[in-house]
């Protein structure tokens, strides 16, 4: 069983730029979390999706969004990066057997300059 | 709105000698309860959850948290701790009636001094 990826693990951006973040779910998994752990804090969630559609979403601006593919893999995009975007984004894929329970990827470290 | 406080950013302890770490919680509706724990430069792995029943749970590296309903609160606690245990531990809650979101403490780092 693979376990939650994300991709890149690293990414270094200008201010202005747009970004994609990239995560693979665990298999069986449908439900996928987008998580932003800025340093010495604790994750706040930006937006869920379940099967295809948005689940849920955070206090966030429209400039953070995402997207759920078929396969439940997803993607997180930033537009008009700006500097406190600069954080680790993580992910966690959860079942329908086992909603609470969400199962977090490595994070991808990102940063704006 | 539900928050949580961890009202340690730090706690150094020896090596062998007991720790808890302080989680309470506010919420107008139910809640599952989750510690996870970060070990350095790596993702966020489940270390114990309560749903229901038991309010003492444990996990399978010697850690136990109690869930008290009338203070609100989660603490965890480890007798002995190892060198191994250094890493941030974050306590963490979901919404029974929501899409499961958890919303998160500020994390605790636990500092083993040998």
């Known amino acids: 069983e693979t376990g939650v990826t994300q991709s890149p693990t690293h990414l270094i951006k200008t201010r202005g730029q747009q970004v994609t973040l990239r995560c693979s779910s665990q298999?069986?998994?449908?439900?996928v979390s987008w998580y932003q752990q800025a340093l010495g804090q604790g994750p706040q969630f930006i937006f869920q999706y379940y099967r295809e559609e948005e689940n849920g979403r955070g206090n966030f601006p429209p400039r953070f969004s995402g997207l759920q593919f078929p396969n439940y893999s997803s993607e997180l995009n930033v537009n008009a990066l700006e500097l406190d975007d600069s954080a680790l984004y993580l992910c966690?894929?959860?079942?329908?057997?086992?909603?609470?329970?969400?199962?977090f990827g490595p994070g991808t470290r990102l940063t704006v300059t | 709105a539900q928050s949580v406080t961890q009202l340690d950013s730090q706690v150094p302890v020896f090596e062998e000698a007991p720790v808890e770490l302080r989680c309470n919680y506010s919420s107008s509706v139910s809640v599952y309860l989750f510690w996870y724990v970060q070990y350095p430069n790596q993702g966020l792995q489940l270390l114990l959850k309560?749903?229901?029943?038991s309010t003492l749970v444990e996990s399978i590296n010697g850690f136990e948290a109690e869930f008290n309903k009338s203070q609100t609160s989660f603490h965890l606690r480890k007798p002995s701790v190892h060198i191994s245990d250094t890493a941030e531990y974050f306590c963490a809650v979901s919404l029974m009636d929501s899409n499961y979101q958890l919303i998160w403490g500020a994390g605790t780092k636990l500092i083993i001094k040998p």
């Open positions: 966690a894929s959860s079942s329908p057997e086992t909603a609470n329970e969400q199962y």
């Open positions: 298999s069986g998994h449908n439900t």
């Open positions: 309560y749903l229901s029943g």
